[in-house]
Nanobody, 121 residues
Framework: QVHLVESGGGLVQAGGSLRLSCVVA????????MSWYRQAPGKQRELVAS???????NYADSVKGRFTISRDNAKTTVYLQMNSLKPEDAGIYFC???????????????WGQGTQVTVTS
């Protein structure tokens, strides 16, 4: 089985920083796209940032210049460094990974359970 384990959420004042981590654990061959999504109360889940194993990244316009996604392919871990946080950045942040598994040989999408980010003004 494959599990995505997120950590790093918490409470921070506006202007502060947080770093989220997501470890992909299990019988894994490789990960392709790894992303962070967020969902605020009453809103749909939205893409925050994504990263492919070839090195390309993509960001939501609202976080460009403030958030940075990075990954350690050897550790199958993806990070999200969030700086200059705003109250509108608050929500539950979910990790996503496109994973190739060893047993059984397959490729599918996996999601973490989410980590809460709260930003006070």
């Amino acid at each position: 089985q494959v599990h995505l384990v997120e950590s790093g959420g918490g409470l921070v004042q506006a202007g502060g920083s947080l770093r989220l981590s997501c470890v992909v654990a299990g019988s894994i061959v490789s990960t392709d796209t790894m992303s962070w999504y967020r969902q605020a109360p009453g809103k749909q889940r939205e893409l925050v940032a994504s990263s492919t194993n070839s090195g390309s990244t993509n960001y939501a316009d609202s976080v460009k210049g403030r958030f940075t996604i990075s990954r350690d392919n050897a550790k199958t871990t993806v990070y999200l460094q969030m700086n200059s946080l705003k109250p509108e950045d608050a929500g539950i942040y979910f990790c996503y990974a496109d994973v190739r598994t060893r047993f059984p040989p397959a490729r599918r999408d996996y999601w973490g359970q989410g980590t809460q980010v709260t930003v006070t003004s």
